[in-house]
């Protein structure tokens, strides 16, 4: 049996193997940028919740559908959220917290 933990796995490992989470990774910059121009007061959890989240659990973790042996695990799910995560906007007077 072989364990896939979120030690054992990089971003760059995920990106090898879905390309598609790279642009994804873009599409979270460019998110963010725009979420931090439109509002006075920036929500990451917003940008997070509503454009990113979604279709990262489409590529990695248990919402993937082809049973892939590494991007279907919750390790890669956690590597790819903790990556794209850090890209949001810190929230500010935003009513989210």
């Known amino acids: 049996m ?21 642009r994804l990774e873009e599409r979270a910059r460019r998110a963010a940028r725009n ?8 929500c990451g959890n917003r940008v997070w919740s509503r454009e990113i989240k979604p279709l990262m659990a489409n590529l990695v973790g248990w919402g993937r559908r082809d049973n892939h042996p590494v991007l ?4 890669a799910f956690d590597v790819a959220y903790s990556r794209l995560c850090e890209l949001m ?9």
């Open 2 to 22: 072989n364990i896939t933990t979120a030690s054992t796995i990089s971003w760059s490992t995920l990106v090898a193997l879905e390309p598609r989470l790279l």
């Open 35 to 42: 979420e931090s121009r439109r509002w006075k007061y920036a």
């Open 72 to 75: 279907g695990t919750s390790a």
């Open 89 to 97: 906007p810190p929230c500010g007077q935003c009513s989210c917290l």
